[in-house]
T-cell receptor, first 112, second 112 residues
Framework: DTAVSQTPKYLVTQMGNDKSIKCEQN?????MYWYKQDSKKFLKIMFS???????INETVPNRFSPKSPDKAHLNLHINSLELGDSAVYFC???????????FGSGTRLTVV | KNEVEQSPQNLTAQEGEFITINCSYSVGISALHWLQQHPGGGIVSLFM???GKKKHGRLIATINIQEKHSSLHITASHPRDSAVYICAVGGPYGGSQGNLIFGKGTKLSVKP
């Protein structure tokens, strides 16, 4: 069983569209995260979320919104996609601060 | 200056060589992570350290909290070790709510 699964693996879409990336973890972890890896392979936190609190990186445009229907899921919704949104997005989970992280396999988003 | 600096950026080695990748950080942390990203893109957590040294197979990770420095060593390197190795720090100051701050990665190529 995949511990952190993301879908889709690849997503190609046109500018202006709205899209979602799904993430599910079966580890029972309390905290989930979304990270963005840019073209230079640099990873950066976008959001962290547990059942109590959403922490948003202030650099993330408000076109991006995390949605968590339950503790095991943290989906990423993106409105009005722009060319600069093209990147690989990684979902991850952990039991919290000071614990290890488990990453999903990534979603390569290409905006054309 | 990034809060997490890795060196070298690129490293080419011959099979069998002993490899060292360094990571320095400038913030207070609760833990430091070493991650591996293969050409296929997936990210695997190798180690989480808060003090001392950890060993797993041919991989050894050390951390010096006072000097804010960590090293990842690979003994008897093999072409299958070719990947990007990423240092990341997490904790109350290095990243809120358990978020990670990443180095830019070290691209390792091991030639047969």
């Amino acid at each position: 069983d995949t511990a952190v699964s993301q879908t889709p693996k690849y997503l190609v879409t046109q500018m202006g569209n709205d899209k979602s990336i799904k993430c599910e973890q079966n580890l029972g972890h309390d905290t989930m995260y979304w990270y963005k890896q840019d073209s230079k392979k640099f990873l950066k936190i976008m959001f962290s979320y547990n059942n109590k609190e959403l922490i948003i990186n202030e650099t993330v445009p408000n076109r991006f919104s995390p949605k968590s229907p339950d503790k095991a899921h943290l989906n990423l919704h993106i409105n009005s996609l722009e060319l600069g949104d093209s990147a690989v997005y990684f979902c991850a989970s952990s039991q919290g601060e000071g614990y290890g992280y488990t990453f999903g396999s990534g979603t390569r988003l290409t905006v054309v | 200056k990034n809060e997490v600096e890795q060196s070298p950026q690129n490293l080419t080695a011959q099979e069998g060589e002993f490899i060292t990748i360094n990571c320095s950080y400038s913030v207070g942390i609760s833990a430091l992570h070493w991650l591996q990203q293969h050409p296929g893109g997936g990210i695997v957590s190798l180690f989480m350290l808060s003090s001392g040294k950890k060993k797993h197979g041919r991989l050894i990770a050390t951390i010096n909290i006072q000097e804010k420095h960590s090293s990842l060593h690979i003994t008897a390197s093999h072409p299958r070790d070719s990947a990007v190795y990423i240092c990341a720090v997490g904790g109350p100051y290095g990243g809120s709510q358990g978020n990670l701050i990443f180095g830019k990665g070290t691209k390792l190529s091991v030639k047969p």
